[in-house]
């Protein structure tokens, strides 16, 4: 069975957050606000392995195992369209874009077998996936497969570092656990928010004091964006607590 898939440009998937690998988080970071965005998946399900093979295992001696993604994450309410989407819907750094937004609709976490789901439009997404779209599924692999290995790649790549800040995480935040399988109780998957000071700090990156530098001003005007919004609430306060530790990271390390 073939499917057919076209992007026409239409820039709708641009809004919200953006998953990044670890290296398009350090070369996006003057762009995008970012966190380490969690999401647990129950063993059993679907995506449990692939989930596995780039995050954690997550043992639950009350219920059953987590496999959760640890995904450092251009961190944007679903309402605001990515910085650098133009005003005529436009990729202002098409040659420099993240590789998810290169795989797009592809998705590296789930099994290529399963890849063909994601090809179905979102409501009011505008892929053209007509007869006239060209094919670029078939025989349960990707055709032109050249960004999807790339991304793949680089999370195999990044895999050890993820691990470590897990297990620094689990140490230091004992709750995390909890919150973790709160959020894997619920019917709609979700997710658990950590901010990037804590990975810059458990993986002691070098450039720690230059990447917090860069995100001040970020998160301090995504703080203003989302002031008074009751629905963005979380943001906010998010935003507002990552300006603090960012500061500390400028001024003390
Ligand atoms: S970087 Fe470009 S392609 Fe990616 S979400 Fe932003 S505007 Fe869209
Ligand atoms: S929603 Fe579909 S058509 Fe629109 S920009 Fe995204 S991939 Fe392209």
């Known amino acids: 069975m073939t499917h057919r898939f076209l992007c026409t440009a239409c820039g709708k998937c641009c809004y919200g957050q953006i998953p990044l690998t670890v290296q398009d988080a350090w070369v996006h970071a003057k762009r995008f606000p970012l966190?380490?965005?969690?999401?647990?998946?129950?063993?059993?399900?679907?995506?449990?392995?692939?989930?596995?093979?780039?995050?954690?295992?997550?043992?639950?001696?009350?219920?059953?195992?987590?496999?959760?993604?640890?995904?450092?994450?251009?961190?944007?309410?679903?309402?605001?369209?990515?910085?650098?989407?133009?005003?005529?819907?436009?990729?202002?750094?098409?040659?420099?874009?993240?590789?998810r937004c290169r795989t797009m609709p592809f998705y590296p976490y789930r099994e290529e077998q399963f890849q063909a789901e994601l090809l179905a439009p979102r409501p009011g997404w505008l892929c053209d996936i007509s007869a006239a779209a060209p094919i670029v599924f078939a025989d349960k692999q990707i055709v032109e497969r050249d960004d999807f290995e790339f991304e793949l790649q680089a999370l195999q790549e990044q895999h050890a570092i993820i691990l470590r800040y897990a297990e620094y995480m689990f140490k230091y935040t004992p709750q995390l656990r909890e919150s973790l399988a709160k959020v894997a109780a619920k019917p709609k998957a979700g997710q658990v928010v950590t901010s990037l000071s804590s990975f810059l700090t458990a993986i002691r990156h070098p450039d720690t004091k230059s990447i917090a530098a860069q995100q001040l001003p970020l998160l301090q005007h995504y703080a203003d964006q989302t002031a008074g919004q009751s629905d963005l609430h979380d943001f906010h306060r998010n935003y507002l607590q990552w300006v603090k530790e960012m500061r500390f990271l400028v001024d003390r390390v």
């Open 35 to 99: 966190a380490m965005v969690w999401s647990p998946v129950r063993e059993g399900s679907k995506d449990f392995n692939s989930v596995a093979r780039f995050g954690t295992v997550v043992a639950m001696p009350k219920a059953k195992n987590l496999a959760v993604l640890i995904v450092p994450t251009a961190y944007l309410p679903p309402t605001f369209a990515c910085p650098e989407l133009t005003a005529d819907n436009l990729c202002a750094i098409q040659l420099q874009k993240p590789a």
